[in-house]
């Protein structure tokens, strides 16, 4: 995989676990932080931040990590998806390059889209599949690190911990949300800023997408807020079609009363297949992946758009994270004209981590 940008928080071409106990790789370690002038004066969540932008759940699994992103100037920052309990990393590669010209619409992305391991695009206009299927070291590992990543926060930073629930032998519905509870009260007892639900993970094909069952949202984020009380409540969402937009309202209006803010989108899930047309990615499951970066920045837009539009129509008082697709400074102002009380870059920041710093000289 040619370095198209400065690939340095999550190296794609190392595995799951050499980045986890061996990363970041900054090209250059001893770059100077990020230095801010003046006093955050931007307001998420009720923290005072140097700017409402960040990295959200996925390139960071360790402190180490969320570290790294924090003197890089990223105020915004998520841990990588946890659960309740060990569970393995789907195999390697886990992230590859599309072969997607401009947008990836719902109808391309219905097709099968080609994958590579190399590309001759550049940095702001990459589009990506990843697939890890949210592995975890358990709580053992993660609570205690997490500790670490909180105490790592500068002064104008948080840190946002993402949570999924895990199905176990003999599982009901009820016990599969009680589970996404137990992991977000035990990632509060952390000490971080906020804890968020994760809805969205396309990547777990005994899992599936839970955003768009109203009742497992609603209940879900009930259960986590009873668990976490004060602390505030992000549910991570995808992307609703048009046509589910009556669905989205109805989830919202429910779900709304026990949320602080909504994190929009996780990806777009496409078949990924070679040049011959077979599955790139091994395994059972994994024909289907989530697509992210440049290609779904219209997604992400879009959604926040029309939950800003709810909000004001309602009066509900959630917060709006705009991801996806944020590869510029242009991007994220785009993202903040939409309604976004803060953004967040994934594929961006993975492939310019100077990202944070070139947008707050854009402020
Ligand atoms: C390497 C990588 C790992 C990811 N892992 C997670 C995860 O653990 N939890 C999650 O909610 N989203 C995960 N995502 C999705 C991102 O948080 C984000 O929603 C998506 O990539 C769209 O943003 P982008 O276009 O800036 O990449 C991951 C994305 C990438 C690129």
Redesign the pocket.
Known sequence: MPNSGQIAL?D?TKTFDDNFDHGPFPADGSAAPYQNDDEPSWTFLGEKVYAPFG?????L?TSKHTNYAFARGFDVV?Y??QRSVPFPCNDFP??VYLDVDGDLTLEKAAQPQVGRTTTTVSADKL??T?S?G?PSRGPQFWVDDLKQAVAGRGKGQMLIA?V?GTIKEGFSPDDYYNDFAEAAELAASSGVDAV?V?L??P?VASEGVICYTHDAVVEICKKAKQKIGSLPLIA?VGYYSPEQQTLLEEIIKDAAPYLDAI?A???ISAPVVDEAGDQLLPGEGRLKS?C??????WA?LDMVKRLDTLRKKNGYSYEIIG?????TPADYQEYIAAGANAV???????WNPELAAEIKASL
């Open positions: 999550y794609p990295i959200p759940a996925g390139p699994p998520t990588k998806t886990n992230v589009t990506i990843n890890f949210n993402s999924v968020e994760n969205s993970c990547n991570k994190c989108i996780n990806t989530g992210c970066g440049a290609g779904i920045k992400g991801v996806g697709g944020v590869m967040q870059s994934a594929t961006g920041a993975m």
